[in-house]
């Protein structure tokens, strides 16, 4: 292998544990993934390896500095995605990325998208009346939604948050629950409670809610109303019946928002019942002023192994496809056969 010491790199002053990591596992993640040797030298590093991934570390390192002088956190999850954007060259997107903040938690953190998926998922939303967001877990499909939701209501682009899912229990039967019915549905409604609380806080959400301007309620609870002024997100969307999702989406009224999320692989719905969310991206994908988007498992952004969890499912549901294909005429012709014998 040609070995070349590459251009010495500058590391901003100030930066140098942000960009290496705890322990340096930000640089040994470049290593490892670009068969490289990063040697730090009084505020810069020096590159070893072949040309062409030296080359590619520089670049990795450069965007990494660019996000610490923006004052973003480091981590081994950024170095990984950017790593993966090499073989398109869209590396330097993650800096562009960097600097979309919808708004900012309770805590202040800043609340924004992490892969290039999500940019174009929370641009859709900007740019389109209705939007839908399918993805696997970890793709952010509702958090985000949820920040839109409330960047617009703070803002007064909208007077009110809808936030509406399905109850359906996940493959479990919980039986009947204790309580009002507030408290019979609020468990199929928790990870929507989740994300407001961490972004506008629970005292502010208790506020806006008991004024009615924030409501968090069964898809059931849609019906007949017609909902003008607000941004309405419906969740779960793959348990949703055609009737059910044809239903929510003429209660959208004037200056409205919505946004549809769902996995279409984590359908709850009885055997052979179709989902509202599969007919409605068939029938709607032509109309004007509806976004929809496919985020994929380089959109996970929860532990890398999420991401090799999805993958792996992916893999597994795409092999016993194609055996029930294959086993399907073999399977008939032997039932033939019998039909034949018994006769």
């Known amino acids: 292998m040609a070995e070349k010491e590459g251009i ?11 960009i290496f990591g705890e322990f340096d596992a930000n640089i ?5 993934a670009l068969a490289v040797e990063i040697v730090p030298r009084d505020g810069t590093v020096k590159i070893f390896g072949s040309a062409g991934n030296v080359s590619r570390a520089e670049r990795i390192l450069r965007q990494m500095a660019a996000l610490s002088e923006r004052g973003s956190t480091i981590t081994k999850q950024t170095v990984d995605y950017a790593v993966s954007l090499l073989r398109d060259r869209t590396e330097d997107k993650v800096v562009e990325i ?7 938690t309770v805590n202040g953190r800043p609340v924004k998208p992490k892969t290039i998926g999500q940019k174009n998922y929370v641009d859709l939303i900007r740019n389109n009346m209705i939007t839908f967001g399918i993805g696997p877990a970890g793709t ?17 682009e909208v007077s009110r948050i809808i936030l509406t899912r399905p109850a359906i229990e996940a493959g479990e039967k919980l039986g009947f ?24 806080g629970p005292e502010n959400f208790l506020k806006n809610q008991e004024k009615g301007l924030i409501e968090v309620a069964p898809l059931a609870y849609m019906r007949g109303r017609t909902l003008d002024n607000s941004f309405i997100i419906l969740d779960e969307a793959q348990n949703t ?8 989406l003429t209660r959208i009224g004037f200056g409205s928002k919505a946004v549809i999320t769902g996995d279409r692989t984590q359908k709850d719905l009885p055997k052979d019942t179709q989902s509202g969310l599969d007919v409605a991206m068939k029938v ?23 991401q090799k969890i999805v993958d792996a499912y ?15 005429p073999v399977r008939e012709e032997i039932r033939a056969g019998r039909r034949e014998t018994r006769r």
């Not at 960097?98 to 900012?104: G, V």
């Not at 507030?182 to 990870?191: E, M």
């Not at 992916?314 to 399907?328: L, M, N, T, W």
């Open 284 to 306: 709607l994908q032509k109309i004007d002023d509806i976004g929809m988007i496919e985020l994929t498992s380089r959109d996970v952004v929860r532990h890398p192994l999420v």
């Open 98 to 104: 960097d600097k979309d903040i919808i708004t900012n």
């Open 140 to 156: 952010g499909k509702t958090y985000l939604a949820m920040a839109m939701a409330i960047k617009a209501f703070q803002s007064e």
């Open 28 to 32: 040994k993640a470049v290593e490892k």
């Open 241 to 248: 019946t055609p009737a059910q999702m044809k239903m929510f």
């Open 177 to 200: 629950l204790p309580g009002d019915l507030q408290s019979k549905v609020d468990p199929y409604l928790r990870p929507l409670y989740d994300a407001l609380y961490q972004i506008m």
């Open 314 to 328: 992916e893999k597994y549901e795409e092999r016993e496809a194609r055996r029930s294909v294959r086993r399907g």
């Open 8 to 18: 010495s790199i500058d590391i901003p002053a100030g930066h140098e544990k942000n």
